[in-house]
């Protein structure tokens, strides 16, 4: 099974940098994604490490450890519509579902 | 091209009665999952249909069953609806089986009273 653990809530101020952490325990890891989900929609997909190391799409990077099962997403240069919450989740070898944190919900204040 | 659409987008429905929640992928995409998401929590994984067979299934009861059509679109069924299975319904379409890459649909917010 899966055990992954993110922080509830985190705030920022706009313009500044925010690191959300996900932790995960699986018995079979075949990659780590990440989704932003706004109130009421559907999630989007941000990120996909399969490897460890740095990824980086514009003001958004997701970086991956799999010998210490830990992953974190870099929110730069923070604007009023990242508000929203972050969601990690772990895909497993032979298992087609995607498991997931319960989210962590960022506001980004002025 | 058109994302992942669901139907219906809302829903409300009374204990007992049953519920058809309908999702097209997007075209090209073989793999519909689904998953429900209750509020404050992240979607839990329901079933996995690739090319019209079951790939996987979630921790759910019986009363929940599913299928996928020739034309890749799929059917979420629930019978028996009790008030914990209020939810939003996400649905969600990858393209090649080894691939974990999914793109959700705007989901179905169920309502059992």
């Known amino acids: 099974g899966q055990n992954i653990d993110q922080p509830t809530e985190m705030t920022a101020t706009e313009g500044a940098i925010v690191q959300i952490n996900c932790t995960y325990q699986t018995s079979g890891f075949n990659g780590l994604f990440w989704y932003q989900q706004h109130a009421g929609e559907a999630p989007t997909f941000l990120s996909y490490?399969?490897?460890?190391g740095l990824e980086e799409k514009g003001r958004f990077s997701s970086f991956l450890s799999r010998s210490k099962g830990y992953s974190y997403l870099l929110l730069k240069e923070l604007q009023m519509k990242d508000s929203a919450s972050y969601l990690c989740a772990v895909g497993a070898f032979n298992d087609y579902k995607l498991s997931f944190g319960a989210g962590t919900t960022v506001t980004v204040r002025a | 091209d058109a994302g992942v659409t669901q139907s219906p987008t809302h829903l409300i429905k009374t204990r007992g009665q049953h519920v058809t929640l309908r999702c097209s992928p997007i075209?090209?995409?073989?793999?519909v999952s689904w998953y429900q998401q209750v509020l404050g929590q992240g979607p839990q994984f329901i079933f996995q249909?690739?090319?019209?067979?079951?790939?996987g299934r979630g921790n759910f009861p019986d009363r929940f069953s599913a299928r996928q059509f020739p034309n890749y679109s799929s059917e979420l069924n629930v019978n028996a609806l009790l008030l914990g299975d209020s939810a939003l319904y996400l649905c969600?379409?990858?393209?090649?089986?080894?691939?974990?890459?999914?793109?959700f649909g705007p989901g179905t917010r169920l309502t059992v009273t």
């Open positions: 490490n399969v490897l460890d």
């Open positions: 969600a379409s990858s393209g090649d089986r080894g691939k974990y890459e999914q793109y």
């Open positions: 075209s090209g995409h073989k793999s």
């Open positions: 249909y690739y090319e019209k067979e079951e790939r």
